[in-house]
């Protein structure tokens, strides 16, 4: 429920943005029209205001560099379940012939059949450690891939919007803090291909640092 009143609270606040923004940009727009003589009529389909908006889910399904850091955060995470899998076949395996001998009476004494009790149960907990161990580093590793990925977009930005000149640029991921825009404000595509214009194609094996140019 708190997570549902963020949402709300953070889309009232983004609509409120927009909309003061959209009063400040008419109003000083009026008076240099005034002082021009000519009228501003934002009625008139024409007309475009200096802001825009990026559908996220569409940038980072397209964007080449943010592909190469997906099949990077795949590998790691592929690579962990198969550490896991392996120890869990290994603490089976012991498990079930621990059972064995102990239905055949194999053990040469209750001393030993413990030993070898013990022994499974410090395989359960290094199994356990290590799950836990390789779910911090995942999770650290998605949120370094994550930070790095922000910083490239925003310095992209900032040199896309150069010969464009927004004035603001929001996100959207579906739906959004944008609950209504015209098409015309959406620059997601010509984003995307500016992006894919200085990464290049994704490479996918092994690359997560962004190409230099």
């Known amino acids: 429920m708190k997570n549902t009143y963020s949402y709300v609270i953070g889309g009232i606040i983004a609509v409120a943005v927009v909309v003061l923004y959209i009063l400040f940009f008419t109003s000083r727009t009026s008076l240099n029209s005034d002082k021009n003589g000519a009228a501003f009529n934002l ?43 392996q120890k869990q076949r290994e603490m089976q395996t012991a498990a079930q012939e621990f059972e064995r001998k102990r239905q055949n009476n194999a053990f040469l004494s209750q001393d030993r059949a413990q030993q070898e009790y013990d022994r499974i149960m410090r395989m359960q907990q290094e199994y356990e450690q290590t799950a836990n161990r390789l779910s911090q580093e995942f999770a650290l590793e998605q949120q370094k891939l994550n ?67």
Request: charged share 30%; aromatic share 10%.
């Open 43 to 85: 009625s008139d389909s024409t007309v475009t205001l200096p802001i825009a908006y990026v559908n996220i889910d569409s940038l980072l399904s397209n964007y080449n560099f943010a592909k190469d850091l997906n099949e990077a955060l795949i590998r790691k995470e592929e690579s962990s379940r198969a550490t896991l899998n």
């Open 147 to 213: 930070f790095q990925m922000e910083d490239t977009i925003k310095v992209r930005l900032e040199e896309f919007n150069k010969n464009k000149k927004y004035e603001i640029i929001f996100s959207n991921r579906g739906t959004g803090t944008i609950l209504y825009s015209d098409k015309k404000y959406d620059i997601t595509k010509e984003v995307i291909d500016f992006l894919n214009k200085k990464y290049g194609p994704a490479t996918a094996p092994s690359s997560s640092n962004e190409k230099k140019e």
